[in-house]
């Protein structure tokens, strides 16, 4: 069973502790500028939403890749890359049509989001509950569950 | 590690600037942020200097903490020589700024001199440029951040800037970033003003490390927690400070119309729960609540204006969400000055954030210009012909635009309450200490207050000492001077860790201390930590006594001395600073005159 990270932007507060998370995991430092997942603010501050991979089961950074640098994590679904086989151009960074891969001018090599093979630092370090981890096919349940309280909650016709 | 051991040092006068390796021996007596800028500015200037002019230094500093994964880890504070209390100054702010500071690489930012035209500074990393700012003269806080990230094409800029009010020497003009979080207090934004530093924009790459990222991790995890089941924390969160409002109310510490009273008739239109509730047409002030970064507690208010209030009813520009009030803005702008109407509040909040401007400061000085006026002492013609009357909202809201846009009467309030006071030749009426105004707790009802509010080096403030629950349990002077002294030191600590006060809801020393130690290199204790604070407070002291303060500062105004408390639980009660003061001095280790004795000053190592 594959899980995937469930983003509720209504319950992010923009602390970023997700995007200190993941580069404390990735590069063993604070630094949002090296972050996977990055939260982005509209409406002078109102709403503020995290955004990241959704690991794509036809995963076009993987098709692009001329090296074969990225590849499937059959554990966790996550789409991988191979420091050691990536060779910086940034192909993938076009192939990609949401911009959740990225180039990393420190390394020359792209970072994207990896699970963290399985445990997602970003999740555990969400203060709200605005970022979990959850069964893969039910991404919706909770959503779902809300929707069908209401019904509920509705007085009968 | 945790510290970046290094400093940027701009000397805006040559348009030059330089990076210096930290001096560690000092970060390891005064931590960061507050402590170490103090340091910093007693070492980089003759404290005597005019605020306003070039001598004056102004530093932006972090603390080791900040951009670290500790709850709160955000803030940075602004240390200088405050215009409106010719004091040390230090006001801490967060948001996103700070960090980013961090990021790029600096403990602190140390700004000399005065640019000849008006200049940003824009920082990535290592890169550092002084850069014309003429077209952003005049500009609002919010235009100015919307330009600086347009021009560079990086909305991964974080910026603080001032507005007019901190261009024209507005005395309470204050630095803001991110569009709405401030280092508030003193003037900060007037001293960068008189700079002509309109904005600095920081983009970040380098990063954070600790020490021992396991422990680290460890203590980090355990203090969140902590915090997490905190029944203060979950007051913060949902209500945000502005439950204070009921608290100060029922007690009778709320200061109302200049401190005439202690109890306000309207509070309940515009305390936290009028925040959340239901107005008869349907709108609701409160949108969400937003966190400052790092922070697991997310105090902050974000609101809006009912599109039909007189404020804005024509104002499409205003039609959108933004900061909400905080308890002081909501006090001052409120009970302060009578006025209940909470999106008039809320629209005067958002024009401090828009121009730059300290809420508390700018709602005390107008109350006293209320005062004068219904005294008779200004009338219509002084005030571009607005009646100002307690409890009139369009004068409130008419005023602080003015203010901001350094227009009229706004020069005046610009002045800062004593100073206004003292021109119309009436210096009692303004409610202030060493020139900058109260908070909203008052001061017969909150014993401790009042001593911590006489004897604050920045003046009047709540926020640099911490005995209220001292206050709640008994209303008169006695036995608070140690708990006074105590809390200072120990408030002086955290102001100088990179971390909120407010997670003082649920952390002691000790949770500040497990996160020093295992970020920070050399051994952390309480007792070394809370000793950074006390050498914090009398180095601030210090500055001033030499900037030409006295013991004579150290006190309140006649209405809090001798006027007693109308209602309350204080009620028949004036502060009892003559009871405290002495006992103060005797527990600071200093002279009768207020002066640190040599034996103090030698045991702190200064």
Not at chain 1, 7 to 25: G, H, N, Y
Not at chain 2, 86 to 112: M, P, Q, R, V
Not at chain 2, 288 to 314: Q, S
Request: charged share 25%; proline share 4%; aromatic share 8%.
């Amino acid at each position: 069973m594959h899980k995937s990270l469930l983003i509720d932007p209504e319950k992010c507060t923009s602390c970023l502790q997700c995007e200190m998370a993941c580069s404390f995991e990735h590069e063993g430092v604070f630094n949002p500028a090296k972050s996977r997942i990055k939260i982005f603010e509209f409406e002078h501050g109102r709403r503020a939403i995290p955004y990241t991979c959704t690991q794509c089961a036809e995963a076009w950074c993987l098709y692009a890749c001329p090296v074969e640098a990225i590849s499937l994590n059959m554990e966790t679904g996550a789409k991988e890359v191979a420091e050691d086989v990536c060779v910086g151009c940034k192909v993938c960074t076009i192939a990609c049509p949401f911009g959740t891969i990225n180039y990393n001018q420190d390394t020359g090599k792209v970072i994207k989001c990896d699970l963290c093979g399985g445990d997602p630092q970003c999740a555990a370090a969400c203060p709200t509950g605005a970022i979990t981890y959850v069964d893969a096919d039910w991404t919706g349940y909770d959503r779902m569950r809300e929707w069908a309280q209401k019904t509920h909650s509705q007085p009968s016709a | 590690m945790s510290w970046q051991k290094k400093i940027l040092r701009v000397n805006l006068s040559e348009g030059s600037s330089s990076i210096e390796p930290l001096n560690m021996e000092w970060a390891k007596a005064y931590l960061g942020e507050r402590g170490l800028a103090s340091k910093y500015l007693m070492e980089s200037m003759d404290p005597k200097a005019d605020a306003m002019s070039p001598e004056n230094v102004l530093i932006f500093a972090t603390g080791p903490l900040t951009g670290t994964m500790a709850s709160t880890s955000g803030r940075y504070a602004v240390v200088t020589k405050g215009p409106l209390t010719n004091a040390i100054a230090c006001s801490n702010s967060g948001g996103k700024f700070g960090a980013e500071l961090k990021f790029a690489g600096y403990d602190l930012l140390i700004l000399e001199g005065r640019a000849p035209d008006p200049v940003y500074l824009h920082i990535v990393n290592d890169h550092v440029e002084i850069l014309p700012a003429r077209e952003l003269w005049g500009c609002t806080v919010w235009q100015t951040e919307e330009w600086i990230k347009a021009r560079h094409q990086n909305p991964l800029l974080k910026i603080a800037s001032i507005g007019v009010a901190g261009e024209r020497g507005v005395r309470f003009a204050c630095v803001v970033n991110d569009l709405h979080r401030a280092a508030g207090r003193s003037g900060v934004g007037a001293v960068m003003g008189a700079k002509n530093l309109k904005a600095v924009a920081v983009h970040g790459s380098v990063g954070v490390t600790v020490k021992d990222p396991k422990r680290f991790m460890k203590a980090v995890a355990e203090t969140k927690d902590l915090l997490e089941s905190s029944r203060g924390r979950k007051g913060l969160t949902k209500y945000g400070t502005n439950a204070m409002m009921d608290t100060m109310q029922e007690f009778g510490g709320l200061p109302t119309r200049n401190f005439h009273e202690v109890q306000f008739e309207g509070a309940d239109r515009v305390n936290a729960r009028a925040m959340m509730t239901s107005k008869p047409n349907g709108h609701v002030n409160l949108l969400t609540n937003k966190a400052c970064f790092g922070c697991t507690i997310a105090c902050g208010r974000i609101a809006h204006i009912d599109e039909r209030h007189f404020t804005i009813v024509n104002r499409k520009e205003y039609w959108h969400a933004s900061g909400g009030l905080e308890y002081e803005t909501a006090f001052a702008f409120g009970p302060l000055v009578g006025v209940d109407d909470i999106d008039a509040l809320t629209f005067a909040g958002f024009l401090m954030n828009e121009h730059g401007m300290d809420p508390i400061s700018f709602g005390g000085t107008l109350a006293a210009a209320m005062e004068l006026y219904e005294m008779g002492v200004i009338g219509k013609d002084d005030t571009d012909g607005i009646a100002l009357e307690f409890g009139n909202a369009e004068a409130l809201t008419v005023m602080a635009e003015k203010t901001g846009k350094y227009e009229g009467f706004g020069q005046i309030l610009g002045l800062g309450s004593r100073l206004m006071c003292e021109k119309y030749g009436h210096p009692e009426i303004s409610m202030s200490v060493k020139g900058q105004e109260f908070a909203g707790y008052d001061s017969r009802a909150m014993q401790g207050m009042g001593l911590g509010y006489a004897t604050s080096n920045r003046g009047a403030c709540h926020l640099k000492h911490d005995v209220f629950a001292e206050d709640m349990e008994d209303q008169s002077g006695r036995g608070k001077a140690v708990p006074c002294k105590e809390s200072q030191d120990r408030v002086a600590m955290i102001d100088s860790t990179g971390l909120c006060l407010f997670t003082t809801a649920a952390w002691g020393v000790e949770e500040f201390r497990k996160q020093i130690d295992a970020a920070c290199e050399g051994d952390w204790t309480e007792e070394r930590l809370i000793a950074c604070g006390e050498r914090t407070w009398n180095l601030e002291r210090q500055f001033n006594l030499a900037a030409g303060l006295t013991a004579a500062d150290d006190t309140l105004p006649k209405r809090l001395l001798e006027v007693p408390a109308p209602s309350g639980v204080a009620k028949g009660k004036v502060c009892q600073l003559d009871i405290m003061l002495p006992e103060y001095y005797e527990a600071r280790g200093w002279t009768k005159d207020g002066v640190p004795s040599e034996q103090t000053r030698k045991r702190l190592g200064l």
